[in-house]
């Protein structure tokens, strides 16, 4: 922007913050009404391994409301998927003798094994 303030695109996926604190809220609210239940000779116990899943999912939620309206996330947070996806389009899978790559000209991908190239 032209004065030096951020601009604001609002909150990301508005949806998906809201299922995440909703799961989490019944989740933990499960959890403290129902601490174990039996099934046969099974006994499940909730309290308090999902109040563990319960703030995890509070959690997310959390951090998606922060990085789109307060602070911006760490660069490697942003930047990793994409130079991880980008970096090398034609050859994405890399180990040592064997490369695979796909080319939207050819048909069907190659494969090159040098065990077997070089007999």
């Known amino acids: 922007m032209a004065n030096g ?9 508005p949806h998906v913050i809201r299922n995440l604190f909703l799961v989490g809220l019944g989740v933990l609210v499960l959890c403290l009404l129902v601490r174990q239940f039996t099934v046969g000779r099974v006994t499940f116990v909730l309290y308090p391994n999902l109040f563990w899943t319960a703030g995890s999912f509070a959690l997310g939620g959390v951090l998606m409301l922060l990085y789109s309206k307060v602070i911006e996330p760490p660069f490697f947070i942003c930047a990793a998927p994409y130079l991880a996806a980008y970096k090398d389009p034609q050859n994405r899978v890399s180990i040592p003798g064997l490369s695979f790559s796909v080319s939207i000209a050819s048909p069907a991908p190659s494969v090159t094994d040098a065990a077997v190239v070089n007999r």
Do not use: N, P, S
């Not at 303030?5 to 996926?13: E, H, L, N, R």
């Open 5 to 13: 303030t951020k601009a604001d695109y609002g909150i990301d996926a």
